[in-house]
């Protein structure tokens, strides 16, 4: 049905109330005091209410005829931009005394109108600025990444019929018929005319939220006018042809320079960021004259009907002509190659492995054949640029979900507090502390707090020397335990080509040779002992995730720890892959095994991200440490790190993890043993940490670049490199195994 369409923007003026009114309803309403000073607003009567601290409000009363369900709209999607892209400079909703998102007042007509207040933010209005290519760029950049924020959202008012959608020219097309100079008129209807045919074009695009109103007015600049620091005025948003979104912001951003040139820097800022699509360029051109033409009309009718409201629209509809008439004249075969040129010169999606080779340097290895090129993650799920989904079968680090908003939360609110460092007396890692070890056996009590799990690695060898006066490790054959210089040395996995096997370092065989542990161990011992280092302590992985996820057979690991004890060695457990709750049946993998590490080290999911590392110790062992060697890590443990630790440990435990971990991951076993093929050899592991055997390292690489493009992340792992690695974040349900068989079974050979 298509109802006529209400031009709630040509029907009404603002409100006027007055700046007394204003700075009355600001305190009374919202509990801010200050001074009222007026702004302009096209449809809301605006005050910037100024206060003597903070940065104040921005207070907006709406028109009458204005729907709160599009206020409504508005507050969900700047909270949800808020969400997606935290780093985006949006205003922020400011809440009335009694915590709604807007309330009602009655002018002196008695007439109701909603209002509501922003928090103000500070910068420089664009507009007027006169505009340098970078800042057009990063204009177009930063309206591609307002866009990815909103790619995923929707609200019931997006529908919102207001003139300033394009497709709403139809309507106004007839009031093209009130400019008054013959030839402009001519020359806007025709273009008019000619975007009401390439409709049906338009229609056939990628469609989502878009802002529609990204005009210099609505953006601020920093003091260089180079970059773009905040974005204003969401009120114009609609669901609609991402393209439209390119072409408000490439028509309206180039003042008086010329318009294809500097249309093009926001094209090639835009594509950086998100790439446009082929059939996009055409329909950018068709948009950006319709924009130019959409202005000159709306411009005329105001002129007619409210030349008041005409005024601020004057400067806009007078560089519309021009614009329109460059565009024409130079014709839309070479707009669309000068704008995929611009899109091309710069880093598109395509050229960013290129430029991270020259940035990153060529070593660091990326996954997969084709690359993946992510810019954002929920859940389970992670995205590219142009929506791709796919499914996350292999980050551990992000285990209580990608993009988690509760850890997220935690982390924005502490930075805005408070982050110093352990050297002052705070609350947060004191919790964080407690609540962490009434998670492990008792005595393993006190920790010490670092950024990684290399460093945890780290620390635990030099609290083991320490103690014990010794200088020799035990270690897993093919062990990995990280990246400083001696715990390279304790990680055999880098091979003897890259690194000689150290003096102070002797290995067991993988528990899957069959080779008997204790003497395993004690033919190390004596190793160690022949060389002078002794036995300060042995190091163990509990997933035996670098071995290949390998079966252990019961009693195998406290085998090892009993020798090594008896040796004098501490015995430390390196939780980084096996701990908090991801092996399903115990919160940490030493349980697993039956023994009690006297030291366990931490790191990758304890802060779904954040960096943030821990050792833990008896207390004796750590005190023993710390009054020889004051050791302090400037980050490690800070409070945001605690935050970021604390809601993810809340994370894992209110939402039951662990027990997921063990019923999901015992389903995925259950089902990859049920596809029945012929390469597939022993699925083992425990929880969500996988590990499937196949014929040799070339059929699990085939298999893993197969399932990236079936939309599905696993790695590969073990000393023959023929395990898919499998390793979720922890939320991995029932569903998420389904897509995964399914995608397995399609990527199989
Ligand atoms: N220990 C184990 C068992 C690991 O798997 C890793 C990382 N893969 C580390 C330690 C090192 O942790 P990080 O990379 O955080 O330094």
Redesign the pocket.
Known sequence: MNQPLRLVALETSPPAFSTEAAANMAREIFGVHGTAHPLYGERDQNFRIKTTSGSGIILKILGPNEDPGSVEFQSAALAHIAMMAPTLPVPCVRRTVNSEAYTRITDERGIPHIIRALDFQPGRVMDGVEPSPDLLRHAGGTLARLNLALANFFHPAAGQRIVWDLRRIIDLRPSAGLIEDVETRKLIEAVLDRFIAFLPEMSRLRHQMVHNDLHPGNMLVDEAATQITGLLDFGDMIHAPLVFDVAVTAAETVGDMPPIEYGSEIVAGYNAVMPLQGAEFPALFEAIIARHALAATIHAWRRHNDPAGAEKLGALSALSVPAIEAYLTAGRGAVVAKFRAAAAARPGATNLAERRFHALGRGLELSYAEPVHLVRGEGVFLYAPDGTRYLDAYNNVPSVGHGNRKVAAAIARQMETLCTNTRYLHEGIVEYAERLTATLPDGLDTCLFVN????A?DAAYRIAKIVTGKTGAIVMEHA????TDVVAALSPYYGPFVQPQAPFVQTLPSPDTGAAPAEAARRAIAALQESGHGVAMLLI?SAF??NGIVNVPQGWFAAVAEEVRKAGGLVVG?E??SGFGRMGDEFWGFAMHGVVPDVV?M??PMANGHPT?AVVARRELLDAFTSRIDFFSTFGGNPVSAAAALATLDELQTRNLQDNARTTGAKLREEIRGLNHPVIGEVRGSGLMVGVQVTDAATAKGIANAMRRNRVLIGTEGPAGNVLKIRPPLPFGAAHVEIFVEALRASLP
């Open positions: 990684s799990g290399s460093e690695n990995y335990h990280g990246v992985d995730v670098s390196d980084v892959q080290t790191g990758k590392g």
